[in-house]
């Protein structure tokens, strides 16, 4: 797998509220057989994940997700509570955790973004004299991102309170002055209303939060008919349909492309039934358009059934390709700096830049 | 019109765009805009209009603005005097009067408060409210449920108390043993005793039966007298109330009762409901019915028109009114309404889904109205902009003769457009508040059309006003 398959989910007209633009996606008819739940936990600051090993991912957790493809429709997820139920101080338990019955619970972005900070965790390779001592025990461990909740990105909360959810809606691309922020997409239009709101819960990426907050608010592509060649009322309807089609093209070639077009690294979390869990890494190139995280869930074809997407900012990108070249090259730096056209100084130049001057021997 | 300069045309445009504003507006949430925008954006156009149109400001008190605009322009109609001549004040004067007359009395109250907060007391409002109190059937009543209203107006107003009772009851309570008065002495006694609770007015019992611990059933039955036509409305799903008579009910508050029930009991008394909505429609067109000939609608019920908090289901209940008022005005069954979200149910709407106002407009205009009449709040969001874009296209190349009349009407104030939102120039766009108005806003709405300049427009306001002012008296 080396794409998203979006086949089945069509974009809609757009709602614009201020600097943030909604494009909700509409499927024809529900994925068969898979539903999704969200369970809340109480305590969403600062809590624990075990991973495997080790390892701990510390991260505001709002909520998790659960998956069923049991087929036998909505249920409260096993362990879900009423009110304020039990304070669940404890650490949860990996990322995706199997529940009783055909049900995997996961938390959502949180999967993507910890595929994101284990890219190479590990640390240098190779002992090459250049790298610290730390580095070579303990890889790039502590490991830390920061990214907005989406109540603070400005205008979001309002633009979603006065969203007019479409019939049919399995999801929404949420887009500032035009820069696509997020993906979001569901099986069942039911779980789409009720987890609408919770993409204030989600988090986004640095640049949309400066997007929104200094942005002008961006115009709506209102439909234009040329009255030319209109005799009747049928002419009038045709020409009506045509502006909703041409959106569509429009939507989806240009506003959404780096979402269809870009080629992403995949990585099977989970296998559910006909159904499968994948988080997925954008190509780390530099300049041009927007990189984006994400975790999908695919049915046996491949097509989307559920996708959350994040938008990293330009610093993380640049993290990102700078890691995976030292690691394509046993984390030499002069056969790095080669590859990448720049002397060795250059480079231990940009690694202190991109804010991974820990794992040099001397930090200036 | 030709000959007709530009001054006048933007002058008519104020008008309009205040009348507008004047209906729709309340100074609360609304679906897009807090109740904070509002009231800014109401206030600049008070201003505005109260500034560089004195004599249309005082002449809207004749249309059919909703309370609180009525209240906000009498209070600067009064505040600022001294801008206006003799024969201003005289017409201001009886314009003034006759608005209070149909007012709610807590409205008129809650004005006078204003007034004084706002340290107004000059001989006219002196005047104006001695007037007004006098008129009041029962001085005592209102001492009773307006407590603290009429004190504030007796005493800002320099007025003394009709009777010696009266003063003593309002200023100095616990000096009389008893009462002349059965409403005053009723009140007196409630303090101790439980049956006397039952002869007040049901907003004054309910301080005293929470006091004497009356379980609410026992006490709800038993005021039954004592209520409101609207008190029984808002109780009657409470154990123990007495049902209220919907016939009786206006249409758009009918509308909102209706919307307020769930899907379940809506569907159980639809006979009873449909019947009491047909009724009042009928009651609302009065001369009118079915003298419209054939009308189209289409209606909103998408998301937004849930309204806010403060305005719940507002918007969807105009349009289920507007439903059954057009049904009632056209001409032998030869209506067809259509919701936006598509459904044929008036009875069952509920607020979902998108605007794709544009594709309902076509489905109406296949009909061949002669009337086409659109209630929306003007968010028409799937595509954005696409019935403006239908209307001008219909106008322009399939019916530039006219020969469907079209009129969009808004029950939503936008705050940043100090106006109704419009869905495109060449349709006129009136605002709406209560649907039974529909007949008089879509006469005000042809002016909007641009084909009828401002004398007319000011013949008009001359025109209600006279009525207005001749009928109450």
């Known amino acids: ?364 | 019109m030709a000959q007709e300069s530009c001054a006048d045309l933007i002058a008519a445009e104020d008008v309009l765009l205040f009348v507008n504003a004047a209906v729709t507006a309340t100074g609360q949430r609304e679906f897009r805009s807090a109740a904070g925008e509002q009231r800014l954006s109401l206030a600049f156009l008070h201003a505005y209009v109260r500034v560089n149109y004195r004599r249309v400001y005082a002449a809207v008190l004749a249309l059919d603005i909703n309370d609180h605009n009525a209240a906000l322009v009498i209070r600067h109609l009064l505040a600022s005097a001294g801008e206006a001549d003799a024969e201003e004040k005289r017409a201001e004067g009886r314009l003034i009067a006759a608005r209070l007359a149909v007012m709610a009395p807590q409205r008129v109250y809650r004005l006078l408060r204003a007034l004084r907060a706002a340290k107004v007391n000059n001989r006219r409002t002196r005047a104006i409210f001695r007037d007004w109190l006098a008129a009041r059937p029962d001085p005592a009543f209102d001492a009773v449920k307006y407590r603290g209203g009429l004190k504030a107006a007796t005493r800002h107003a320099h007025l003394p108390p009709v009777e010696a009772e009266l003063g003593d009851f309002l200023f100095r309570p616990g000096r009389r043993a008893r009462y002349a008065h059965p409403l005053l002495d009723a009140h007196r006694r409630a303090h101790y005793e439980q049956a006397a609770v039952f002869e007040l007015p049901f907003t004054v019992a309910e301080g005293f039966a929470a006091r004497h611990g009356i379980p609410r059933a026992v006490f709800l039955e038993r005021i039954a007298p004592r209520t409101t036509r609207l008190e029984r409305l808002r109780t009657q799903s409470r154990a123990g109330a007495v049902p209220a008579d919907l016939a009786t009910m206006p249409l758009t508050r009918l509308a909102l009762y209706v919307l307020s029930l769930g899907l379940d009991e809506r569907a159980r008394r639809r006979g009873e409901l449909t019947g009491a909505l047909r009724a009042a429609a009928l009651r609302a067109a009065g001369p009118h019915a079915g003298t419209w000939g054939r009308i189209s609608a289409v209606l909103d019920d998408s998301y937004s028109s849930s309204g806010s908090g403060q305005k719940r289901r507002r918007p969807l209940a105009v349009a289920l009114a507007c439903h059954f008022l057009l049904e009632a005005l056209a001409s032998g069954g030869a209506y067809r309404g259509r919701w936006t979200s598509g459904g044929g149910d008036p009875l069952l709407a509920r607020p979902f889904g998108a605007t794709p106002l544009g594709m309902r407009v076509l489905d109406a205009l296949d009909d061949r109205p002669e009337r086409l009449v659109i209630v929306s709040d003007g968010w028409d969001n799937a595509p954005p902009g696409l019935a403006g874009e239908v209307l001008r296209v219909w106008r322009r190349r399939l019916d530039p003769e006219r020969r469907t009349r079209v009129v969009h009407l808004n029950p939503v104030y936008d705050a940043d457009g100090f106006d109704v939102r419009r869905l495109a120039p060449s349709v006129p766009t009136a605002g709406i508040r209560d649907a039974e108005d529909l007949p008089a806003l879509v006469e005000i709405a042809q002016f909007a059309e641009g084909r009828t300049g401002l004398a007319e427009l000011y013949s008009y306001l001359d025109r209600r006003t006279a009525d207005f002012t001749g009928s109450s008296r």
Not at chain 1, 66 to 74: F, L
Not at chain 1, 131 to 152: F, I
Not at chain 1, 349 to 357: F, M, P, Q, T, V
């Open chain 1, 1 to 364: 797998m080396t794409a998203l398959d979006l086949t089945g989910l069509e974009a809609g007209p757009a709602q614009v509220w201020g600097g943030i633009r909604l494009v909700p996606l509409l499927r024809a008819e529900p994925v068969a057989g898979l539903r999704l739940t969200r369970e809340a936990y109480g305590h969403p600051e600062g809590a624990e994940v075990r991973l495997a090993g080790r390892a701990r991912y510390t991260s505001y957790i709002p909520h998790g997700f659960v998956a069923d493809w049991s087929g036998e429709g909505p249920g409260a997820a096993y362990g879900t509570t009423l009110g304020d139920g039990v304070p669940d101080r404890m650490p949860l338990h990996r990322m995706a955790k199997r529940r009783p019955g055909d049900r995997l619970r996961f938390l959502p972005l949180h999967l993507a973004l910890e595929g994101y900070l284990a890219l190479h965790f590990g640390g240098p390779s190779v002992a090459w004299e250049e790298w610290s001592r730390t580095a070579l025990r303990d890889g790039l461990s502590p490991r830390v991102e920061s990214a907005y909740l989406g109540a603070n990105v400005p205008q979001l909360a309002d633009a979603l309170r006065v969203f007019e959810i479409l019939p049919g809606q399995c999801g929404v691309l949420v887009y500032a002055a035009d820069a696509l922020g997020a993906a979001f997409a569901v099986p069942h239009p039911d779980d789409y209303r009720a987890l609408h709101a919770t993409l204030l819960q989600d988090l986004f990426g640095e640049l949309i939060h400066q997007y929104a907050l200094y942005g002008r608010p961006v115009t709506e592509f209102t439909a234009r008919l040329d009255d030319r060649h209109i005799r009747s009322l049928g002419d009038l309807r045709a020409a009506a349909r045509g502006q909703e089609r041409a959106w569509r093209e429009a939507h989806d070639t240009v506003l959404a492309a780096e979402l269809h077009a870009t080629p992403y690294t995949f990585s099977r979390v989970h296998r559910m039934g006909g159904f499968a869990l994948w988080r997925f890494l954008p190509p780390f190139q530099r300049g041009g358009a927007g990189r984006h995280i994400g975790e999908t869930i695919t049915d046996h074809q491949g097509r989307v059934a559920y996708l959350k997407t994040f938008r990293l900012s330009e610093n993380q990108v640049r993290r990102g390709h700078l890691l995976r070249n030292l690691a394509a090259h046993d984390w030499h730096l002069g056969r790095c700096a080669e590859a990448l056209g720049a002397t060795p100084e250059e480079l231990t130049r940009r690694i202190r830049r991109a804010g991974l001057s820990g794992l040099l021997r001397n930090p200036r």
